[in-house]
């Protein structure tokens, strides 16, 4: 069996996690064997922030203690439709009902920053990652740099929700 890192253990305790969860994904993968891969995840996973307000469907500002910092986290690997698109309002609500006023997790890939100097991330929350989630229940599509850490993920998601016809690949 392998060892869970303490550094995990912590912040999966911290955001009510099983401490059979692992940090990478927040679902059930395990804790990578070698020190390297180990290393690297730890290093990849943010400390805890309360979501303050959801501005979009993969836009969110974050709250660190009693101030609103004002970076904005923009969802990594994910596009939500936009203000006058179809299923705009639907999709921010599904974020706000998601994320908004809990803690969430973050982890960072190799794509740091978008053009517009927001922080690119991935979002835990309730155990799920949620760039996912928005994908798998139709309200974002995968918007990928290749060689992100959660593309198979991601892509197979919009696989189930246009075999499904769900949210934004739904017949209108």
Same mark, same amino acid.
């Given at each position: ?55 979009? !469907?993969?836009?969110?500002? *974050? +709250? ?9 986290? %923009? $969802? &990594? ?23 908004? !006023?809990?803690?969430?997790? *973050? +982890? ?9 100097? %927001? $922080? &690119? ?29 959660? +593309? ?9 929700? %246009? ?10």
């Amino acid at each position: 069996m392998r060892s869970k890192s303490p550094v995990l253990l912590a912040i999966g305790a911290m955001l009510g996690f099983s401490v059979g969860y692992a940090v990478r994904g927040v679902h059930d993968a395990e804790v990578p064997a070698n020190n390297a891969a180990r290393q690297e995840l730890e290093e990849s996973v943010e400390k805890s922030y309360r979501v303050a307000r959801v501005v979009d !469907g993969d836009t969110i500002v *974050l +709250e660190n203690g009693v101030c609103v910092e004002l970076k904005r986290i %923009r $969802l &990594l690997g994910i596009d939500t439709p936009e203000e006058k698109d179809p299923l705009y309002e639907e999709s921010k609500q599904k974020m706000k009902e998601l994320t908004e !006023g809990k803690v969430v997790l *973050l +982890e960072r890939d190799r794509k740091n920053t978008d053009g517009l100097e %927001r $922080l &690119l991330r991935y979002v835990f929350a309730d155990g799920r990652n949620i760039n996912v989630e928005m994908v798998r229940l139709g309200y974002a599509r995968a918007y990928m740099h290749r060689g992100l850490r959660y +593309e198979a993920e991601i892509l197979a998601a919009e696989t189930e929700a %246009r075999e499904q016809k769900i949210g934004i690949w739904a017949d209108r």
